[in-house]
């Protein structure tokens, strides 16, 4: 396909909308990859290296898989500010709602003004949303909870969902059955299984890839010089799916596994998941947390840690909303599947500038089909990452800012897979690298590789670099990219796949967005 102004308007309805961050005047310079592009019918094309390694799909990412819009839910409740701690008065609000059947429940509406908040804050009920009206920081127009006080240490200020529930373990009895197809390829969405009846359309089941004494010694043992390797069992790979169709022996899931299914590292199983404790339909919107702080802004931590988090929920959301003075994260996510972070600002966190803080927006342990969109960060140590290690997944940034950026946004330890950067940009950093999809060594626990199967596309890292090793059994890629695109990190491993660094025109300028409107075709 001619990538000429003709070609662009000529080719299809998902050519055409993928095409609309470049000018029409800039269409003689556009130029696309060589291991995803379109074809002369306009559908996007994929091409395997000699290892069966591809670039993943990544478009399920988001609320309800990017099947349904962010809903708006009607509100129900209306509240204003109380004279002191308004946790309580807060809290009540919100379980008033949470018990009124499913059907009649919806927002709960801070009006404006200031609202203390010395404990925490819970969403935990499905159709549930804690609303205000405006993120601003004046309290006549918005809705602003001040965090106050360290009390328990280390708090979350507001939390969307359920309780830690130990991941995905709770498996339906008798639904557990071997996945028999030798390979399956990072990318792939069907494979055989030894005893499909147990199995049936739109069960939510837990694929998972064992962490073997063979995958361990395919993978190097994680690929670092010192410290303790990593051990059989400690990092199994799972995938929070859905069953699309079960054909035969043949099942079809709903997205994507982001990582290599190898029969000769361990025979890979499923089962139907038990969904105990799961909140859905839930989020936050239009409001400000201000954590409140004494002393120096990078050793003060005698205050709350988290800002919003969003813990055992699926098809969640938060936007609209600004974090402000977090040690940790302004907005995480945990045991979450199928969320969406938008439009949302984490600013100025206020703690050592050491390990462990300053996880902006951060995806944690059991995170995956997360799409951060849009999303605004300053003075991160780790802006945008993936601080989960092998369970984290499918996780999207999509055209975040980083400001001041103190260390890289990453994957960040033990085979993260399936990490897409898109359209990141970093605005006067503070190091010297400031994304890295590489192999961190001896950092932390034993980090080692740190993502798998991930994507850097059209990002941009003018003033600093951006690292891109290619981890054993995997590949990490840097497409159109600007700045500094190297293979040479902290830790010498081989370069990642680049392509295309410091070239302008790169056609699909989202890569996200591109594969989202081929699906919808």
Request: hydrophobic share 35%; glycine share 10%; charged share 20%.
């Amino acid at each position: 396909m001619e990538l000429t102004r003709r070609g662009l308007l000529t080719a299809g309805g998902a050519l055409a909308v993928a095409a609309t961050g470049p000018r029409p005047a800039q269409a003689g310079t556009l130029w696309q990859s060589s291991l995803v592009r379109y074809d002369r019918r306009g559908r996007l094309t994929y091409t395997a290296d000699a290892e069966g390694n591809r670039i993943p799909d990544f478009s399920h990412a988001g609320y309800r898989n990017g099947e349904r819009p962010l809903p708006y839910v009607r509100t129900v409740k209306v509240i204003r500010p109380v004279e002191g701690d308004n946790t309580a008065h807060i809290q009540a609000a919100l379980d008033e709602v949470a018990a009124l059947p499913r059907e009649r429940r919806g927002a709960v509406l801070l009006l404006p003004g200031l609202y203390p908040v010395a404990g925490t804050v819970y969403v935990r009920a499905d159709g549930l949303v804690l609303r205000g009206t405006g993120d601003g920081d004046d309290p006549a127009s918005a809705t602003i909870i001040r965090a106050t006080g360290n009390t328990p240490a280390d708090r979350n200020v507001i939390v969307v969902g359920g309780a830690a529930g130990g991941g995905w373990k709770g498996e339906v009895p008798g639904t557990r059955t071997e996945i028999t197809t030798d390979v399956v390829q990072a990318g792939a969405r069907e494979f055989q299984v030894a005893r499909p009846g147990a199995l049936r359309p739109g069960d939510n089941i837990v694929i998972v890839h064992p962490c073997t004494e063979e995958w361990l010694k395919a993978i190097d043992y994680g690929g670092h010089d010192a410290g303790p390797p990593w051990k059989a069992g400690e990092h199994p790979i799972p995938c929070n799916r859905y069953v699309r169709d079960v054909t035969g022996a043949t099942v079809t899931v709903d997205v994507p596994v982001f990582n290599h299914l190898d029969r000769a590292h361990g025979p890979s199983f499923l089962y139907t998941w038990d969904r105990a404790g799961l909140v859905t339909e839930a989020g936050v919107e239009r409001l400000r947390v201000d954590i409140e702080y004494t002393g120096d802004p990078d050793q003060d931590e005698n205050h709350a840690y988290n800002a919003i988090y969003l813990l055992r929920c699926e098809d969640a959301w938060v936007r609209d909303c600004t974090a402000l003075h977090f040690t940790q994260a302004g907005f995480a996510t945990q045991e979450t599947t199928r969320a969406t972070i938008q439009n949302c600002r984490a600013l100025d966190p206020v703690s050592q500038i050491t390990g462990s803080r300053r996880y902006n927006f951060n995806a944690y342990t059991y995170s995956q089909q997360i799409l951060f969109k849009d999303c605004h960060a300053s003075r991160a140590r780790h802006a945008f990452v993936s601080n989960g290690h092998s369970t984290v997944s499918g996780v999207v940034f999509l055209r975040g800012v980083a400001e001041h950026a103190l260390n890289s946004s990453e994957g960040h330890r033990r085979w993260t897979q399936g990490l897409l950067f898109d359209g990141h940009r970093d605005v006067d950093p503070r190091y010297d690298y400031t994304l890295g999809l590489y192999n961190r060594g001896r950092y932390g626990t034993s980090h080692g590789w740190s993502a798998a199967h991930s994507v850097a596309w059209n990002c941009d890292v003018s003033t600093s670099r951006l690292i891109v090793q290619k981890p054993p059994t995997a590949q990490n890629y840097a497409i159109g990219c600007r700045g500094t695109i190297t293979g040479d990190g902290p830790f010498a491993q081989p370069a990642g796949f680049i392509e295309g660094a410091d070239r302008p025109g790169l056609f699909p300028p989202s890569l996200y967005q591109a594969q989202y409107f081929d699906r919808h075709r």
